[in-house]
């Protein structure tokens, strides 16, 4: 069976969309705080598709900056996320508790 050009081309969007935000993820965990954050600004100019990348960029942008020490910074990007008005995953209550208090990295267990 041949599948229609369009599905095709749906099901390999999707596999880009996929690895694209794993990386950041990784970039995040991994402590490559820049790297991390450029994905996350492109990911916010980018076509907004899938909706929630906005909000969730903004999120990840505010923990960066509170890891990094840039508190004003991250409260930015806290106050843009609840702007987006989005509440997938439920994002709004995330942001708004950072706004209350700075995100922490956990701490490793040894």
Same mark, same amino acid.
């Given at each position: 069976?041949?599948?229609?050009?369009?599905?095709?081309?749906?099901?390999?969007?999707?596999?880009?969309?996929?690895?694209?935000?794993?990386?950041?993820? +990784? #970039?995040?965990?991994?402590?490559?705080?820049?790297?991390?954050? *450029?994905? $996350? !600004?492109? /990911? =916010?100019?980018? @076509?907004? &598709?899938?909706?929630?990348?906005?909000?969730?960029?903004?999120?990840?942008?505010?923990? +960066? #900056?509170?890891?990094?020490?840039?508190?004003?910074?991250?409260? *930015?990007? $806290? !106050?843009? /996320? =609840?702007?987006? @008005?989005? &509440?997938?995953?439920?994002?709004?209550?995330?942001?708004?508790?950072?706004?209350?208090?700075? #995100?922490?990295?956990?701490?490793?267990?040894?």
């Amino acid at each position: 069976m041949r599948w229609p050009s369009s599905t095709k081309r749906s099901n390999r969007t999707r596999t880009v969309r996929w690895r694209t935000t794993a990386s950041r993820e +990784i #970039f995040f965990l991994q402590r490559n705080y820049q790297s991390s954050a *450029n994905s $996350y !600004r492109s /990911a =916010i100019n980018g @076509n907004g &598709d899938p909706r929630w990348t906005e909000v969730w960029s903004h999120i990840q942008l505010g923990k +960066i #900056f509170d890891i990094t020490g840039q508190r004003e910074r991250a409260i *930015n990007e $806290y !106050r843009q /996320a =609840i702007q987006t @008005n989005d &509440d997938t995953f439920a994002a709004l209550e995330e942001a708004r508790k950072y706004l209350q208090k700075a #995100f922490e990295r956990p701490k490793n267990k040894e």
